[in-house]
C-alpha cells in the first residue's frame, strides 16, 4: 500500500485545522476484496512550529463494480460527501468527517480519508445501543421528514424506492433457493419454510401494504458492523446503499443482519418501538396501524439466509441460519405497534 505523502498531510491538515508539514504512518487494512479496501493509517503529524500529534484516520479506496439493481452504488459515498448531505446530521448521530475526497481522471476509483471513530460496534453492542441507534435513526430520519432540505431533493444518485422490491424478486426468481424451500427434500423445518411460501404467497398484498408507508432517507445497510456507539452518540458508515425507501426499512437490517441471535426477539421487541419515538418526534404517525417490520425483514433476509444455509461451508453456520429464520418466526406472535 502506497501512501500519497501530499495527501497524507493535507487530510491531517484538515483533520487537525493546523498545517502539518510532516508525518510518519504505518498502515493496517481493516477490510479488503477486489473492489475496495479500508485502511487504518496511525502515526505521529508535526506542525511547523514544531508540535507533535498523534493521529489515526482512515482511507478508503473504492473501485467501480455493479450492485444488482443499484449500478451507482460504487460511487454514492464520494458524491454524498462531495453534497451538503453533511449538514443534516446532529451531534448525537451522523457519518465520520471527510477530511479529503478525490475521484481519478477514469472515474472508476475514489478515495476517501475520514475520521477514525473509536467505539463499540458490531456485536459488542449492547441491547441499550440497539435501541439507541433506532431512536437516533427515527429522529434523524423524521427530521428529514418533516423538513425536505433542499440537498436530499438535489442528489441524483441515491438507490430507488423499489430496490427492495425488486431484489425480494429478483431472489425469488432464483430456482435454486424458491425450489428448496418447496422441496420434500429440504432439510429446512417445515414451519420454517411455510414462512417463506406464505411470504411469497401474500407478496404482492404485504408490498402494497409497505408502500402506503412514508417514503424516507433510508441507508439501507444499517448493521451492526457499520454501527459505532461512542459517548451515547451513534455513527453510522458505510452509505453505500443508501437512499429512497420506506419507514422502518432500515430496522429489517440491524435486527436480521447477523445480529445476535440469542437477542434477536429483545431486539425486535425494543427497538421498533424507539424508531417510532424517535420518527413521530417529528412526524405524526398515529394513523399508521401496521408497521410491517416483520415483512420487510422476510422480504430482505428470508431467501438470503436460505443461500446462506445451502451454500453453508460448516454445521454450526447452517445452524445459525436455521436459528435465525427461526427468531423471525417468533417474532409473528409478538403485538407490536409503531
Known amino acids: 500500500m502506497i501512501i500519497k505523502f501530499e495527501t497524507l498531510i493535507y487530510a491531517l491538515s484538515r483533520q487537525f485545522k493546523k498545517d502539518i508539514f510532516y508525518a510518519d504512518c504505518q498502515t493496517t487494512q481493516l477490510q479488503g476484496g477486489t473492489v475496495g479496501n479500508v485502511y487504518l493509517i496511525t502515526g505521529n503529524a508535526e506542525t511547523a512550529d514544531g508540535e507533535k500529534l498523534p493521529y489515526r484516520i482512515v482511507l478508503k479506496i473504492q473501485k467501480k463494480w455493479e450492485r444488482y439493481g443499484d449500478p451507482g452504488s460504487w460511487r454514492r459515498e464520494y458524491d454524498l460527501y462531495a453534497s451538503d448531505l453533511g449538514a443534516t446530521f446532529s451531534d448525537t448521530f451522523r457519518w465520520p468527517t471527510c477530511y479529503h475526497a478525490e475521484i481519478n481522471a477514469d472515474e472508476n476509483e475514489f478515495q476517501l480519508w475520514l475520521e477514525y471513530i473509536d467505539g463499540v460496534t458490531g456485536l459488542d453492542l449492547t441491547g441499550d445501543m440497539y435501541e439507541l441507534a433506532a431512536l437516533e435513526l427515527g429522529r434523524y430520519q423524521g427530521k428529514l421528514y418533516l423538513e425536505q432540505p433542499a440537498v436530499l431533493q438535489s442528489l441524483n444518485n441515491l438507490s430507488h424506492a423499489d430496490l427492495m422490491k425488486n431484489t425480494y424478486l429478483h431472489y425469488r426468481s432464483w430456482p435454486v433457493v424458491y425450489n428448496y424451500i418447496r422441496s ?99 412526524v405524526d404517525v398515529s394513523h399508521i396501524a401496521d408497521n410491517c417490520v416483520y415483512e420487510m425483514i422476510l422480504l430482505v433476509f428470508g431467501y438470503r439466509l436460505v443461500e446462506s444455509y445451502l451454500y453453508a461451508e460448516d454445521d454450526d453456520e447452517k445452524t445459525n441460519q436455521v436459528l435465525t429464520l427461526q427468531k423471525i418466526y417468533e417474532m409473528k406472535a409478538i403485538p407490536m405497534q409503531g
Not at 443482519?257 to 434477536?264: K, L, P, Q, R, T
Open 184 to 282: 420434500e427434500d429440504s432439510e429446512l423445518p417445515q414451519h420454517l419454510r411455510q414462512m417463506l411460501i406464505d411470504i411469497d404467497k401474500h407478496a404482492d398484498e404485504i408490498l402494497a401494504r409497505i408502500e402506503r408507508l412514508p417514503l424516507v432517507f433510508c441507508h439501507r445497510d444499517f448493521w451492526v458492523t457499520n454501527l459505532i456507539y461512542a459517548d451515547g452518540k451513534i455513527a453510522l458508515i458505510d452509505w453505500d446503499t443508501s437512499g429512497w425507501g420506506y419507514l422502518g426499512e432500515d430496522l429489517a437490517s440491524l435486527i436480521a443482519d447477523e445480529s445476535d441471535i440469542n437477542h434477536m426477539i429483545e431486539y425486535y421487541q425494543r427497538c421498533v418501538p424507539a424508531y417510532y419515538k424517535g420518527f413521530s418526534q417529528y
